[in-house]
Nanobody
Framework: VQLQASGGGQVQAGGSLRLSCAASGGTLSRYDMGWFRQAPGKEREFVARITWSGITYYADSVKGRFTVSRDNARNTVYLQMNSLKPEDTAVYYC???????????WGQGTQVTVSS
């Protein structure tokens, strides 16, 4: 499976972006999908997850501001990010979660920069 993340960019604080993660070479519908981010000088951290059945989980830092969704017909997962803050600045990655909870396939990342 190959994942292509897109939709990043530069916005001012309070703005919104929607990230997309499109898959090729495999079907995402039976897998949980995760979004992660990595800021400069920091470790990669979990942002959100959506199960194959549509149940969602979020990091406390983004709860209420970010929404993860999926369109299985388009083989795509989305991350809607609202009320963005400068601390949301990072490279955002999507990944496929396997049956034992490991994230095996990663996209190349898309840069999100939030200015104050």
């Amino acid at each position: 499976v190959q994942l292509q993340a897109s939709g990043g960019g530069q916005v001012q604080a309070g703005g919104s972006l929607r990230l997309s993660c499109a898959a090729s070479g495999g079907t995402l519908s039976r897998y949980d999908m995760g979004w992660f981010r990595q800021a400069p000088g920091k470790e990669r951290e979990f942002v959100a997850r959506i199960t194959w059945s549509g149940i969602t989980y979020y990091a406390d830092s983004v709860k209420g501001r970010f929404t993860v969704s999926r369109d299985n017909a388009r083989n795509t997962v989305y991350l809607q990010m609202n009320s963005l803050k400068p601390e949301d600045t990072a490279v955002y990655y999507c990944a496929v979660r396997d049956d034992v909870g490991q994230y095996d396939y990663w996209g190349q990342g898309t840069q999100v920069t939030v200015s104050s």
